[in-house]
C-alpha cells in the first residue's frame, strides 16, 4: 500500500497473513481495514498497520493532565470551574469540562474559604485528579493556582508585587493562590 495514499474507513489497508491491526484499523475476514480517515504506516517492530489520523483527535481529560480553567462560582467550600484547554494538545476538549476545585485541594496548607484563593474568572493551572463520575482538580503544587487575575473592583489586570497582587489602574491589592511563574505565562507553550 502507498503511503502517502490517503484512506478512508473500510479500505483494505493489509491482510492479517502481512499484518496486524492495529490503532485506527480492524480485521474483517483477514483483511485489515482503515476505521478512520488518515494515511498508512506500518509498524515495522510489531508488524502492525497503523493509520494516522488527518486531523487531531479531540482531548479527552485524564488523571494526571495538566489543564487551564477559569473560575466560575466560589462557594464556602469548592470552586466551579471551566476546563478550557489541556496543556500540551491543541485541539478542544471534548465532554464535559466543567470540573471542581475543593477547599481541601488548593493548597498544601491550610484553607478555611475558597474565596481568599481565587476569584470568579481567574485563570488558573490545575491538575486533574478525577474524571469519572465528575472532574475533580487540585492547585497543590507551586506551579499551580492562578496564572492570570484581573481587578475584582475595576476589571484591569492585576499584576504581582510580593505576595499580592495590585491593580494599576485602581491601587486595589488583592491575594491569590498564584503560581510561580504568574503574569509570565507563556501562553505559546501551550
Partial sequence: ??????????????????LSSGDGTFEEDGI?????IGTCVVDEKHRRAIIRPLTSIP???????IVLAIAGSVRSNMIIADVIHVIGK???????TNGTLRVSEISN???????????P??????????????IQLATKDRDLGVIKAMCTKCR?????KGNLLECENCRNTE??????????????KL
Fill in 109 to 119: 496548607g491550610y484553607v478555611k474559604d475558597p474565596s481568599t484563593e481565587y476569584a
Fill in 32 to 36: 485489515i481495514r482503515a476505521s478512520r
Fill in 156 to 160: 484591569h489586570p492585576l499584576i504581582k
Fill in 90 to 96: 491543541s485541539r478542544s476538549i471534548s465532554g464535559d
Fill in 59 to 65: 482531548v479527552e481529560l485524564k488523571k494526571g493532565d
Fill in 175 to 188: 491575594k491569590r493562590k498564584t503560581t510561580d511563574d504568574y503574569g509570565n505565562f507563556d501562553i505559546d
Fill in 1 to 18: 500500500m502507498d503511503k502517502n495514499k490517503i484512506v478512508i474507513p473500510g479500505d483494505q489497508v493489509s491482510t492479517s497473513e502481512e
Fill in 121 to 134: 474568572r481567574d485563570v488558573i493551572r490545575a491538575k486533574v485528579t478525577q474524571v469519572k463520575p465528575s
